[in-house]
């Protein structure tokens, strides 16, 4: 696991594996349920957009019966769509509409 920071964004986020698959750059975050959530492909290009280079994005879904699946994310909004939830969240701090928790 990989504490990484968007210090230009303002956010950070533990993603679970940052290493080569098939040979390229990739990133890859253990999921303990069997569907893939929408959101996964917006968690996965917030970390992606905390390292240097580009990275190929993954869900590893692990099933409590030992059974798994890859799920690439490969959807250019996604970053964008991260990139506005990012603000809202901001917005929401600088206005005390929302608190951090420690």
């Given at each position: 696991?990989s504490?990484?920071?968007?210090r230009?964004?303002?956010?950070?986020?533990?993603?679970?594996?940052?290493?080569?698959?098939?040979?390229?750059?990739?990133i890859?975050?253990?999921?303990?349920?069997?569907?893939?959530?929408?959101?996964?492909?917006?968690?996965?290009?917030?970390?992606?957009?905390?390292l240097?280079?580009?990275?190929?994005?993954f869900?590893?879904?692990?099933?409590?019966?030992?059974?798994?699946?890859?799920?690439?994310?490969?959807?250019?909004?996604?970053?964008?769509?991260?990139?506005?939830?990012?603000?809202m969240?901001?917005?929401r701090?600088r206005?005390?509409?929302?608190?951090?928790?420690?």
């Amino acid at each position: 696991r990989s504490v990484l920071v968007n210090r230009q964004h303002r956010y950070a986020g533990t993603v679970d594996v940052i290493g080569i698959l098939n040979g390229k750059p990739a990133i890859l975050d253990y999921k303990t349920s069997v569907l893939a959530m929408p959101w996964e492909g917006l968690q996965l290009a917030g970390y992606a957009m905390c390292l240097p280079d580009a990275r190929a994005r993954f869900g590893l879904h692990l099933g409590a019966d030992g059974s798994y699946k890859v799920i690439p994310y490969t959807d250019r909004n996604d970053r964008h769509d991260f990139l506005a939830a990012v603000r809202m969240i901001h917005f929401r701090l600088r206005h005390g509409l929302a608190v951090l928790e420690d």
